[in-house]
């Protein structure tokens, strides 16, 4: 069964940091590009980063670049999402989701339209 699942959110103050996991179970990740994607409360799911399968070009929203850092380990099957300086605007369920070898442009700025497999969420509270 083709799975994904996050992990690892949390309660943080602002300025704090969380490291999200994105782990992959019946597949493997090595020919696919993993987006990080967020939806908060009354808004639409919107891109964070993205990595791709091919020579691990990343890409950032504007709002997370210098703060959040996108990184793979294929060999444990699993993509990070390093989140640093978080501020209360960050709170938001954090998805990760697939597309193949290339982040896809079109479905990082349109909430993830194209991307196929996608995890349950994890939480991010940023708050003091």
């Known amino acids: 069964q083709v799975q994904l699942a996050e992990s690892w959110g949390g309660f943080v103050q602002p300025g704090g940091s969380l490291r999200l996991s994105c782990a992959a179970s019946?597949?493997?990740?090595?020919?696919?590009?993993i987006g990080w994607f967020r939806q908060a409360p009354g808004k639409e799911r919107e891109g964070v980063s993205c990595?791709?399968?091919?020579?691990?070009?990343?890409y950032y929203a504007n709002f997370v670049k210098g703060r959040f850092t996108i990184s793979r380990d294929n060999a444990k099957n699993t993509v990070y999402l390093q989140m640093n300086s978080l501020k209360p605007e960050d709170t938001a369920v954090y998805y990760c989701?697939?597309?193949?070898?290339?982040?896809?442009?079109?479905?990082?700025?349109?909430?993830?339209?194209?991307?196929?497999?996608w995890g349950q969420g994890t939480q991010v509270t940023v708050s003091s």
């Open positions: 990595i791709s399968s091919t020579d691990g070009s990343t």
């Open positions: 989701a697939t597309v193949p070898y290339y982040c896809s442009a079109y479905g990082f700025s349109h909430g993830g339209g194209d991307f196929g497999s």
């Open positions: 019946g597949f493997t990740l090595d020919y696919y590009a």
